[in-house]
């Protein structure tokens, strides 16, 4: 019970710090709205002059602009929760910030956990103000529903992606020391192992099999049979067990990995 | 509240590990030894001042006493909690300040700073944000306009008073503070000054603090802890040390007449004369090093005569703790003196 509200208050202290930046800087504001459709049409620029949106259609089994909306997304939010783990230890130590986070009685696992909540609900609720529309003109009422079931899908990819993304952010500062590279490693792999642009049944049997490690990557598959019509029970519900099952396996990971994240944090002396 | 020492130090040391690059591919290891087997204490309602030149091992110490690095030996508790197998005790005791020119957000204001920080440290709602508003009207920052700013539109010395008010949100008995005043304007320093004093005093708050500033060390501390190269070389209060300094005075003597020819004649007495013809308010000043300055006053002033000097004014200067700062820094020699 004490951790609960631990917890909570510690989410709602990350959600003031969190929202505090984001509402006072209006160009953000504008970037989250937006970020769907200019990376969509990017890719619907690129992919017209390449090939034909018919075939497109016939192959993944829905309209590019509605796929490539509902996927970046998908990517979006998801990708919040790489960031924020990530990003968090390199602000905080470079603005003087870390070493009162690690002095408090707070443990690192929980503080950790509670930082992506805030921009993910961020992400969630703006992001959802881009897809609506763009599903309904495509779909109708039935479009309603999928955006539904699109942001019900990626709140559970982001919670169960939690525990990989700790361990993996923080294991690579234990391993590599903290620098941004790390970031810039690990987010275009995960942008293609999670197949948001790349659906996951076209992949080839070693990228799939990579990907099937990944929790979010499983639910980002149910939205891609959902969106094409294939929304058979086994079909659905197997992949989203799985990336439950993954995301409670990983869990003891990020507690090691924090831990020993920690321990090198104080072995070094945190910077001041 | 524990009774006994607030903050024990025993034998610590630490060695750091750096990797220094000679070219491309080679490198070598360089060992630093921040830490050579510093003991210390700080009882309750004390505040004890840690002085020493750059590099000494002020803040290794103050960040192992907060948890924030382990040593590589020796033992040190807060109110008898080990700072390394307890710590998450030992951080519900300590309020730190490490530096005085960040450790904040800077888009949130100050309320919004100490009211996260707050959150961290497990503080209820209502009663964080009494504090808070009690913290930020305590150091000041109401008083200026601060509170609902911008932390990045602080000035140094407004940030100085929020990172106090951090280290005392959850209302800490031991306050460990590096340098707080460093870079300040004298209002802000004595404001940080005056509240560190009367933590101590009024509220029995034990404080371990770090500065370079000798008179603000003699105007805060209790006593005075000298380390130098990670080993502590004295500790007293300022009075004791500056006792312990070798018994030599200088003797000041302001003349209205260049004072070559007294010069000449004291130093024939085996007193060492250190600066002459010095100007100072038109005044020659004559500088002389003496061991008993009452007994050699007398022989001065008669030589004086004996020249037709005219000796406006004598002044035998009492040593700082500057004097005392440097003496045992420069000397590097252990001499531990417990006050």
């Known amino acids: ?272 | 509240m524990v009774l006994g020492d607030a903050v024990v130090a025993e034998k610590l040391v630490k060695r750091f590990v750096t990797k220094k690059r000679t070219g491309l591919l080679r490198s070598y290891s360089e060992v630093v030894e921040a830490l050579r087997g510093v003991s210390l204490n700080v009882g309750a309602g004390e505040v004890v001042g840690l002085l020493g030149p750059n590099g000494a091992g002020k803040t290794t110490t103050i960040k192992i006493l907060s948890t924030l690095l382990l040593p590589d030996s020796g033992y040190a508790s807060i109110y008898g909690y080990d700072v390394v197998r307890e710590a998450s005790e030992v951080r519900k005791l300590i309020g730190i300040m490490l530096t005085v020119e960040k450790g904040f957000y800077g888009r949130l204001t100050g309320r919004e700073n100490l009211v996260y920080f707050g959150s961290l440290y497990g503080m209820e709602r209502r009663e964080l944000e009494r504090r808070v508003d009690h913290l930020l009207d305590l150091v000041g920052l109401k008083e200026l306009g601060g509170a609902d700013r911008l932390y990045e539109e602080y000035s140094l010395g407004m940030k100085a008073r929020l990172a106090l008010a951090r280290a005392l949100l959850k209302d800490p008995p031991v306050l460990l503070l590096d340098e707080p005043t460093l870079g300040l304007d004298p209002p802000s320093a004595r404001k940080i000054r005056s509240l560190v004093r009367e933590m101590a005093s009024k509220e029995g708050k034990s404080v371990l603090y770090t500065s370079h500033n000798m008179f603000e060390v003699e105007l805060v501390c209790d006593r005075v802890i000298l380390i130098n190269k990670g080993v502590i070389v004295a500790e007293g209060t300022p009075e004791r040390l500056k006792s312990m300094l070798p018994d030599v005075r200088a003797i000041e003597v302001y003349s209205k007449q260049p004072p070559g020819s007294l010069a000449e004649e004291v130093a024939k007495l085996g007193l060492e004369v250190r600066e002459q013809n010095q100007v100072q308010e038109g005044l020659y000043v004559l500088k002389i090093l003496a061991r008993r300055p009452d007994e050699v006053v007398g022989d001065i002033m008669k030589i004086a005569v004996s020249r037709g000097i005219d000796i406006v004014r004598m002044k035998v200067e009492e040593p700082t703790l500057e004097d005392v700062f440097i003496y045992f820094t420069e000397r590097g020699v252990r001499d531990r003196e417990v006050h």
């Open chain 1, 1 to 272: 019970m004490l951790e609960i509200g631990k917890f909570t208050s510690l989410v709602r202290a990350e959600m003031r710090l969190v929202y505090a930046y984001f509402f006072r800087r209006k160009s953000l504001v504008v970037m989250y709205l937006a970020w769907p459709y200019i990376s969509t049409a990017f890719m619907l620029v690129f992919g017209y002059s390449v090939g034909s949106p018919k075939f497109f259609a016939e192959r993944v089994g829905v309209e590019a602009p509605l796929f490539l909306v509902v996927g970046s997304y998908l990517l979006f939010s998801i990708m919040a929760i790489v960031d924020d783990i990530m990003w968090r230890p390199i602000f905080d130590e470079n603005s003087g910030v870390l070493p009162y986070v690690l002095s408090s009685p707070t443990s690192v696992v929980l503080h950790y956990v509670s930082i992506p909540i805030p921009r993910f609900t961020l992400s969630v609720a703006l992001g959802a103000a881009a897809l609506l529309p763009v599903s309904i003109v495509y779909k109708g009422f039935e479009g309603l529903l999928v955006s539904l079931a699109v942001i019900a899908l990626s709140i559970l990819s982001a919670a169960v992606f939690i525990p990989l993304a700790t361990a993996l952010g923080l294991g690579l500062y234990v391993t590599g020391g903290e620098n941004w590279r790390a970031i810039s490693f690990l987010r275009p792999l995960l942008l293609v192992l999670i197949g948001v642009y790349y659906p996951r049944w076209l992949m080839s049997l070693p990228l799939y099999i990579l990907s099937s490690l990944l929790p979010p990557a499983h639910c980002v598959e149910v939205v891609q049979r959902v969106l094409v019509g294939m929304v058979e029970v086994q079909l659905v519900t197997v992949p989203l067990v799985l990336a439950t099952a993954l995301g409670i396996l990983y869990s003891p990971g990020m507690l090691r990995v924090s831990a020993m994240w920690e321990l090198k944090k104080l072995r070094e002396g945190v910077k001041v």
